[in-house]
């Protein structure tokens, strides 16, 4: 928002950063800012005067700003946040960014389906999240590039993704997302609980989430598979009919939003809790490893509409599993999953727009994404700070001539039946208003404000800052 508050911020973010220079350190710094304050994808809706655009282009093209220096200063800045709670939330999950490669030379590679002929970059992304799903900073990102792939058939990709050792897999960059992740969060002495969706439900990513729960952190993977477990006295026994007989520690009410295919209702969640272990099969080797951990299913009962399928959740854990209360913690923690969805909605196609980026080069792509990824993490913490921390003071995060700006282009446009006080407002109402001047229109849009309504009012906010400011220099 402010600059001046935006750079403490970044100060605080990156201002550590060994890029072999204090100059290139200090350019980090006030980028930064500037991003956050003024979000886009391309650098000339970010750096509006020549001299900054000019800065700012050297900066992202030099080979001198190491990628890996900046990414492991913003992890170490959400590190040191997160070792103030008592255990962060951690969700991880992959993506895609499709962008523009008319010469074929920037070193991309391909995305979505093959006939799609689609161009870009996939990547792993890691945050932090508070208990109360505040978002705290970005961990880690893992970026890679497909080979071009010659076309074939179903079956003979299935063969060759089988031949393939782990590390020649793409579930390989899962792992050292997680193991980056694990040993910032470790060396700043915080406690992390990994959130993983069932894609990462695959026999690397357990074991490496195993070594990280060595060091005291926690994982919860949604099953996708119905895995072979130890079993005494037979040879084989699957996950499923493990748990359909484990012991029933509760049920609870969960409120249902329609949607395609769902309808909304009140269901009646059930909750399983079992002790098992997996026997984690390489399907290279054909080595087994045993690992033992906690299973959580939860499945609706007695509420399905005729017609739709039950909600259904099958969770593979470290953490403990011994009353209700814990396994309720668990559901909760894993529904903070979805906080990395919202980040990368911002980061990709809301106030970010990290894909129009021009940069002519792979390396200046990448430094240039994860900045704007620190920002869009940023961008969704003050979305969440406005709902989970209502009474906190505007000031916090506007800077004076902001809140006095928003107070007057409120003023102009409020309903009639609405008071706009001269005190300053709470960040919740803050937030209400920036989303009003960016065309937020209340319950009927679905929900409460979100980060592109909160941005696009945030501009209108700034502009009019630019000419007050400009207006007061005029004679010096």
């Not at 973010?13 to 006030?30: F, I, P, W, Y």
């Not at 949604?222 to 509760?250: C, I, P």
């Not at 009474?391 to 003023?411: F, G």
Request: aromatic share 6%; charged share 30%; proline share 4%.
């Amino acid at each position: 928002m402010s600059y001046l508050i935006e750079k403490e911020w970044s100060e605080a973010t990156v201002g550590d950063v060994d890029l072999g220079d204090s100059r290139r350190t200090a350019r980090a710094v006030q980028m930064l800012a500037r991003m956050a304050e003024n979000p886009g994808g391309k650098l000339s809706d970010v750096f509006k005067s020549a001299k900054e655009r000019d800065a700012a282009y050297d900066f992202m093209e030099s080979c001198r700003t190491r990628t890996c220096a900046l990414a492991e200063a913003f992890a170490r800045s959400t590190a040191r946040a997160s070792a103030a709670l008592d255990r962060v939330i951690v969700p991880v999950d992959g993506t895609s960014t499709s962008l523009t490669d008319n010469t074929g030379k920037k070193g991309f590679g391909r995305i979505g389906a093959d006939v799609c002929r689609g161009v870009g970059l996939k990547v792993i992304n890691v945050i932090a999240v508070s208990a109360d799903g505040v978002p705290v900073g970005l961990l880690d990102q893992e970026w890679w590039s497909r080979p071009k792939a010659p076309p074939r058939s179903k079956k003979a990709k299935r063969h060759a993704r089988g031949k393939k050792a782990p590390a020649e897999k793409e579930i390989h960059h899962w792992c050292k997302a997680i193991e980056r992740s694990a040993f910032h969060l470790t060396e700043q002495r915080a406690l992390g609980w990994f959130q993983i969706d069932r894609e990462g439900d695959a026999w690397p990513v357990l074991l490496q989430l195993a070594e990280a729960a060595e060091k005291g952190h926690w994982f919860t993977v949604r099953a996708a598979w119905n895995r072979v477990t130890q079993a005494t006295g037979r040879d084989k026994q699957y996950l499923r009919e493990r748990m359909a007989k484990a012991k029933k520690l509760g049920t609870y009410s969960l409120e249902v939003a329609p949607g395609p295919g769902r309808s909304a209702r009140t269901a009646r969640m059930v909750a399983h809790a079992a002790e098992v272990t997996l026997r984690l099969r390489n399907k290279a080797t054909g080595k087994i490893t045993p690992l033992p951990l906690r299973a959580v299913w939860v499945h609706e009962k007695g509420t399905i509409p005729p017609g739709e399928r039950g909600l259904d959740w099958l969770l593979l854990t470290n953490a403990p599993v011994d009353t209700f209360e814990q396994v309720r913690d668990i559901i909760k923690a894993y529904g903070m999953r979805w906080r990395i969805e919202e980040f990368h909605r911002t980061w990709k196609s809301g106030a970010c727009n990290v894909e129009d980026t021009q940069l002519r080069s792979r390396e200046a792509v990448i430094r240039w994404a994860s900045m704007l990824a620190v920002v869009a993490v940023r961008i969704e913490r003050l979305k969440r700070l406005s709902r989970e921390e209502p009474t906190r003071s505007a000031a916090d995060e506007l800077s004076d001539i902001e809140i006095e700006v928003l107070l007057l282009l409120k003023r102009r446009e409020k309903k009639k039946t609405e008071q706009v006080p001269d005190a300053i407002p709470t960040l919740e109402q803050a937030v209400r208003w920036l989303a009003d001047l960016g065309g937020y229109t209340g319950k009927s849009s679905g929900g409460p404000p979100g980060s592109i309504t909160i941005q696009r009012g945030y501009d209108r906010v700034a502009i009019s800052v630019q000419a007050i400011l400009a207006w007061k220099d005029r004679d010096k």
